[in-house]
Structure formats: C-alpha cells, structure tokens
C-alpha cells in the first residue's frame, strides 16, 4: 500500500502564493498519474491538475496560467505553485496518485492524501 503526505497548505491574501508538496511511501511496483483536487464547502470535488509519468500536464481551467504543477520522479513527490490566489481557490487540497502493485493493469490502485486547508482572504 501507498501513503501519501500533504504540506504547504495555509491562510493567504489575494494576489500571494502558496506552494503544496506531497510524497507517496509505502510499497508499490509504479507511480503513474499524480495531482492535485481541491473541495470547497458546499462542493464536490474537482480535479485542479495533474502529471503524468510521461511529464504531460493537465490544468482546471480556473487555474490555468496561475497554477504550476510538478514533480520529482526520484522522490515520488509532487508540487503544486500556486500564484495569484484568489478567494475562490480557498478548499481542502487533496493529493492524488494512481499506483500499481505490478505490471498488471488490473493491479491499479488509486490514493488520496488527507488533504491540506488553503484559504484566501480577500
């Protein structure tokens, strides 16, 4: 099994920045995807953005051009810089991560870190 375990989050003005990381341990044969969602009150969660193995990105829309994502293959962690907070970015941030216990497909299993509070003030 994998673990996965969230930092950076916190209180924010308008305009600052915040940068979340996140690391998988535990036992597993791979990492594929690894990314962020993020649950505002009242909200379902939605996917602000990913990395694949490969290095290929994909962004909300909402945060596109403020928002970098990234990662170390090395230390199976991944990054999240976050510029130009708005308040509507306020939310619980999850991490996220498909792994697999073998070369299987079938062998897939997906995890979410507890999550971490990022709020913006205005």
């Known amino acids: 099994q994998a673990q996965l375990a969230e930092s950076g989050g916190g209180l924010v003005q308008t305009g600052g920045s915040l940068r979340l990381s996140c690391g998988a341990s535990?036992?597993?044969?791979?990492?594929?995807?690894m990314g962020w969602y993020r649950q505002a009150p009242g909200k379902e969660r939605e996917l602000v953005a990913t990395i694949s193995n490969g290095g290929r990105t994909n962004y909300a829309g909402s945060v596109k051009g403020r928002f970098t994502i990234s990662r170390d293959y090395a230390k199976n962690t991944v990054h999240l810089q976050m510029n130009s907070l708005e308040p509507e970015d306020t939310a619980v941030y999850y991490c996220y991560a498909v792994t697999f216990r073998g070369p299987d497909a079938r062998l897939r299993e997906d995890y979410w870190g507890q999550g971490t509070q990022v709020t913006v003030s205005s």
């Open positions: 535990g036992t597993f044969y791979s990492i594929n995807d």
